[in-house]
C-alpha cells in the first residue's frame, strides 16, 4: 500500500478531493493524510468517511510543536502552509512509524495513469523530486527555483529523515513569499538537494510527471492508443498551479501568463480536469455541506453536460 499526504483548506477542497479521487484509480491501494488546514475541511473529510483518507486538524497537527507556534507568528496565511511542508511528512512518520514511503502531492494535481514508472525510478533510493523543467524562455522563473514542491517522496530512513529536518530547520527560519538571499518560500532550499543527498536522491527523468502551465509548451501532446502521451510517453500527472475557479460555471486556468494554450492542451488535459472536478461536486456542495454522491446514471447525464458546459472555460481571453 502507497502512502500520500497534502494539504488544502476548503477553498481547495473539490480539487483536492479531485486529486485523491484519481489517485485511486491510477495507484491501487494507498491511503491519503490530510492536512486540514480548517473545520470545514477537517468536518468534510471526516462526514465523507474514507477509509483510505484520513483528515489531520491543524490542531492535532500543531499539538506540542512550540517551533512551529512560534513561525506561525510572523508569517502570512499562506506562507505558513508553505512553512508546513517538511513537518507533514516528518508528523506522518511518527505518528505511524511503519510507513516507509511517503509522498508529498499537492492538492492541484491530477493523475491519469500508472505511478508505476515513478517509484521505478525511485528504486531503493531514499529521496525524489521533479524539475520544473522551464522551456529557454522561461528560464528566468529559476529564481523561485530549479525544482517544484508538487510532488516529492521520502523514505522512512536516515537520508530521508536527515533531508525532512534540515528542511524544516530553512523553512522554520525563512519562508516567506518572495525571492530574497538566494530563498523562496519552502521551494528555492531543494535546488542544493541533487548535491547534498547525491547518493540518495532522484531527480525524476519522466517527461509524463508534472507537465505544468510553464512547461507543456516543450512536448507534443496529443492522444494515442487511448491514452494522453507527452512526447509518445504516457501523461502520469499535470499540475493545475494557478488555475481559478471563478464561479460555477468559469474558470481562468492560468495559461495566459505563460503564453496561452493549445487546442491539444485544453482537449486532452484541461477539459478532462474540469468534467473530474464537476464528478467531485456531487459529493460536496460548497452551499451545503456534505452531500452523497448521485447515482451511476444521473453522472453519466451530467458528464455528457459537462461537455457543452466546459465551452465557457476561458483561455486568457479565448473562450472555447
Given at each position: 500500500?502507497?502512502?500520500?499526504c497534502?494539504?488544502?483548506?476548503?477553498?481547495?477542497?473539490?480539487?483536492?478531493?479531485?486529486?485523491?479521487?484519481?489517485?485511486?484509480?491510477?495507484?491501487?491501494?494507498?491511503?491519503?493524510?490530510?492536512?486540514?488546514?480548517?473545520?470545514y475541511?477537517?468536518?468534510?473529510?471526516?462526514?465523507?468517511?474514507?477509509?483510505?483518507?484520513?483528515?489531520?486538524?491543524?490542531?492535532?497537527?500543531?499539538?506540542?510543536?512550540?517551533?512551529?507556534?512560534?513561525?506561525k507568528?510572523?508569517?502570512?496565511?499562506?506562507?505558513?502552509?508553505?512553512?508546513?511542508?517538511?513537518?507533514?511528512?516528518?508528523?506522518?512518520?511518527?505518528r505511524?512509524?511503519?510507513?516507509?514511503?511517503?509522498?508529498?502531492?499537492?492538492?492541484?494535481?491530477?493523475?491519469?495513469?500508472?505511478?508505476?514508472?515513478?517509484?521505478?525510478?525511485?528504486?531503493?533510493?531514499?529521496?525524489?523530486?521533479?524539475?520544473?523543467?522551464?522551456?529557454?524562455?522561461?528560464?528566468?522563473?529559476?529564481?523561485?527555483?530549479?525544482?517544484?514542491?508538487?510532488?516529492?517522496?521520502?523514505?522512512?530512513?536516515?537520508?530521508?529523515?536527515r533531508c525532512?529536518?534540515?528542511?524544516?530547520?530553512?523553512?522554520?527560519?525563512?519562508?516567506?513569499?518572495?525571492?530574497?538571499?538566494?530563498?523562496?518560500?519552502?521551494?528555492k532550499?531543494l535546488?542544493?538537494?541533487?548535491?547534498?543527498?547525491s547518493?540518495?536522491?532522484?531527480?525524476?527523468?519522466?517527461?509524463?510527471?508534472?507537465?505544468?502551465?510553464?512547461?507543456?509548451?516543450?512536448?507534443?501532446?496529443?492522444s494515442?492508443n487511448?491514452?494522453?502521451?507527452?512526447?509518445?510517453?504516457?501523461?502520469?500527472f499535470?499540475?493545475?498551479?494557478?488555475?481559478?475557479?471563478l464561479?460555477?460555471w468559469?474558470c481562468?486556468?492560468?495559461?495566459?501568463?505563460?503564453?496561452?494554450?493549445?487546442?491539444?492542451?485544453?482537449?486532452?488535459?484541461?477539459?478532462?480536469?474540469?468534467?473530474?472536478?464537476?464528478?467531485t461536486?456531487?459529493?460536496?456542495?460548497?452551499?451545503?455541506?456534505?452531500?452523497?454522491?448521485?447515482?451511476?446514471?444521473?453522472?453519466?447525464?451530467?458528464?455528457?453536460?459537462?461537455?457543452?458546459?466546459?465551452?465557457?472555460?476561458?483561455?486568457?481571453?479565448?473562450?472555447?
Open positions: 500500500m502507497k502512502s500520500f497534502t494539504y488544502f483548506d476548503k477553498n481547495y477542497l473539490v480539487r483536492g478531493l479531485t486529486m485523491y479521487r484519481s489517485l485511486e484509480q491510477h495507484v491501487g491501494p494507498l491511503t491519503l493524510y490530510v492536512l486540514c488546514l480548517d473545520e475541511t477537517c468536518e468534510t473529510l471526516k462526514k465523507l468517511n474514507r477509509p483510505n483518507l484520513i483528515p489531520i486538524s491543524l490542531t492535532e497537527f500543531e499539538a506540542g510543536d512550540t517551533a512551529l507556534l512560534e513561525a507568528k510572523n508569517r502570512s496565511r499562506v506562507e505558513y502552509f508553505f512553512t508546513c511542508s517538511p513537518s507533514l511528512p516528518l508528523y506522518i512518520f511518527r505511524y512509524p511503519k510507513i516507509d514511503l511517503v509522498s508529498y502531492v499537492d492538492s492541484d494535481l491530477f493523475f491519469v495513469s500508472s505511478l508505476q514508472p515513478i517509484y521505478s525510478e525511485l528504486g531503493e533510493k531514499s529521496i525524489l523530486i521533479i524539475g520544473h523543467r522551464f522551456p529557454e524562455h522561461l528560464k528566468m522563473l529559476e529564481r523561485t527555483g530549479v525544482f517544484n514542491v508538487g510532488f516529492l517522496a521520502f523514505r522512512n530512513d536516515r537520508h530521508g529523515l525532512l529536518n534540515e528542511w524544516r530547520e530553512q523553512c522554520l527560519d525563512w519562508c516567506y513569499d518572495r525571492v530574497e538571499d538566494g530563498r523562496y518560500a519552502d521551494q532550499y535546488d542544493t538537494w541533487p548535491v547534498r543527498f547518493s540518495e536522491l532522484v531527480v525524476l527523468g519522466h517527461k509524463g510527471a508534472n507537465v505544468a502551465p510553464w512547461n507543456w509548451m516543450k512536448y507534443d501532446i496529443r494515442a487511448g491514452r494522453t502521451e507527452i512526447d509518445g510517453e504516457p501523461l502520469i499535470y499540475h493545475f498551479a494557478g488555475m481559478k475557479i464561479n460555477r468559469l481562468n486556468p492560468g495559461l495566459s501568463h505563460y503564453g496561452g494554450g493549445t487546442l491539444a492542451l485544453r482537449r486532452y488535459i484541461y477539459r478532462p480536469y474540469l468534467r473530474a472536478l464537476r464528478e461536486r456531487q459529493w460536496v456542495d460548497p452551499g451545503y455541506g456534505f452531500q452523497p454522491a448521485r447515482g451511476g446514471n444521473q453522472l453519466k447525464s451530467i458528464a455528457r453536460g459537462m461537455i457543452y458546459r466546459d465551452l465557457l472555460i476561458t483561455i486568457g481571453n479565448v473562450v472555447i
